[in-house]
Nanobody, 124 residues
């Protein structure tokens, strides 16, 4: 089994920055692609960022590209999401997710394991 525990959410003003962390507990961290998704009130969960097992490939949707950066620490079994130039529309619950596959990584149905989520609120 895999457990994912997010931290680092909070309240920030527009234009500010936050770094989310996700601790991976359980199986071999290096075998999993890791992603971040988010869900705003009344909206569907959406893909935010992904990094494959080696960290050599990352992907982002246009809505966060250039502002958000995903990274992983293979020694600490951690995944991070650095969020800069935050906007009110970034307000959501952010979820960490893990999958042993390397395809369809923007599709939430690909992910087997999910964290409990951490709230990010950006005020205008």
């Amino acid at each position: 089994q895999v457990q994912l525990v997010e931290s680092g959410g909070g309240l920030v003003q527009a234009g500010g920055s936050l770094r989310l962390s996700c601790a991976f507990v359980g199986r071999t961290f290096s075998s999993y692609s890791m992603a971040w998704f988010r869900q705003a009130p009344g909206k569907e969960r959406e893909f935010v960022a992904v990094t494959v097992w080696s960290g050599a490939f990352t992907s982002y949707p246009d809505s966060v590209k250039g502002r958000f950066t995903i990274s992983r620490d293979m020694y600490k079994n951690m995944v991070y999401l650095q969020m800069n130039s935050l906007r009110p529309e970034d307000t959501a619950v952010y979820y960490c997710a893990a999958t042993p596959t390397g395809t369809a990584l923007a599709d939430e149905s690909t992910y087997r394991y999910w964290g409990q989520g951490t709230q990010v609120t950006v005020s205008s």
